[in-house]
Each structure stands twice: as structure tokens, then as C-alpha cells.
């Protein structure tokens, strides 16, 4: 990354510098995601009081949220081992694995559940109304989230794998996956609960 300095001349910024926009770049798409899953809670609760919330159709048991949710905490653990261990002799790569799993196996939860309600249980959209549509919104908001910060800890196991520092990405991974987590908590208690 280059600048102008005040002489005219192109200098080099600084790697602390670079870091820091990127943090904050990391901290603003965050911000964004929150903002647009907050705006489509809202409107689900608005509707929620309405009604009856959710249909007996849609209610998982508590197998299907607490797998999800276990997931999530478990990779979250596993990233901050993997940060803690990024600086060791020997690679962090077991770490790093185990979060890309816990990450593909929450991702492919969520798929499975909504899979079964769209599938076997007739949970459409429009015809469900405005649950259907709450539930697909707020999860694709979510999935999608995560599979960026999937993408994130992805690159930052292959930038290791190489023998290169991988701290600097592993951290801005993991104010993405607690607001993963914290969404997945919200989508539970704004669609699930009576």
C-alpha cells in the first residue's frame, strides 16, 4: 500500500497502519450484517405479537438448536485456541480444522433443518407467511455471514499451512464468529420461542 507523503514523494504505509484499516474494515462489514439482521428481527417480532408464533410445524425439539448452538461455541473455543497456539514451534493446523468443521457442521445443520421444514413440513413461502419468510430471511442473513467468516478462518489455515503468520487474520476472524453466535441466539429466541 502506497501514499503521497506532503513532499510529493510515494512512501510506503506502514504494516501497523494496514492492520488497522483492515480491523476496521473487518469491524464495519460486521456492523452492516448486524444492522440488516437486526432490521429483519425487528420486523419478525413486530408481526410475532400479532399472531401465533411460531406454527406447531416448524417447532425443531431441542435437538436440532442445541447441535447448532453447540457447534458454534465449540468452533468458537477452537479459534481462540488456534489464536493462542499460532505462535507455537508447530503449526496450529488441528485447531484451525476444527473450526472450519464446527463452522461446515453448523452451516450444514441450519441447511438440514430448513431443508426438512421447506421439504416435509410445507413451511413456504408465501404461503406460510410472514413466519416462513422471517425464518428464511433471518437464516440466510446468518448463513451467509458465516460462510464469510468461514472464508476468513480458510484463508488464514492456508496462509499457515505455508509457514506464514497467520495471527493478524485469525483475530479479525474472531469478532465474526461471536456475531455469528449472537445471531444464532437471536434467530432462536425471535423464530422458535412461544
Do not use: K
Not at 107 to 112: D, F
Not at 126 to 155: I, N, W
Request: charged letters at 10%; aromatic letters at 10%; proline letters at 6%.
Amino acid at each position: 500500500m502506497s501514499t503521497n507523503d506532503p513532499t510529493g514523494t510515494l512512501t510506503s504505509a506502514s504494516p501497523q497502519r494496514a492492520e488497522a484499516n483492515l480491523w476496521f474494515g473487518v469491524v464495519l462489514a460486521h456492523a452492516a450484517a448486524v444492522m440488516l439482521f437486526c432490521a429483519v428481527a425487528f420486523a419478525a417480532n413486530f408481526y410475532r405479537m400479532r399472531g401465533f408464533w411460531p406454527p406447531a410445524t416448524a417447532l425443531p425439539g431441542g435437538f436440532v438448536p442445541a447441535v447448532a448452538g453447540v457447534l458454534l461455541l465449540t468452533g468458537g473455543a477452537l479459534l481462540h485456541g488456534a489464536l493462542r497456539h499460532a505462535s507455537g514451534p508447530r503449526p496450529a493446523r488441528a485447531w484451525h480444522l476444527g473450526v472450519l468443521g464446527a463452522g461446515a457442521g453448523f452451516l450444514a445443520t441450519q441447511a438440514a433443518w430448513l431443508h426438512v421444514l421447506w421439504w416435509h413440513r410445507d413451511l413456504r413461502i408465501p404461503e406460510s407467511g410472514v413466519f416462513a419468510s422471517a425464518l428464511y430471511g433471518l437464516s440466510a442473513v446468518q448463513a451467509a455471514h458465516a460462510a464469510v467468516v468461514l472464508m476468513g478462518v480458510l484463508r488464514a489455515t492456508l496462509h499457515g499451512m505455508r509457514g506464514l503468520d497467520a495471527r493478524a487474520r485469525l483475530r479479525r476472524a474472531v469478532p465474526g464468529w461471536w456475531c455469528t453466535t449472537v445471531m444464532y441466539g437471536v434467530l432462536f429466541a425471535v423464530v422458535y420461542l412461544p
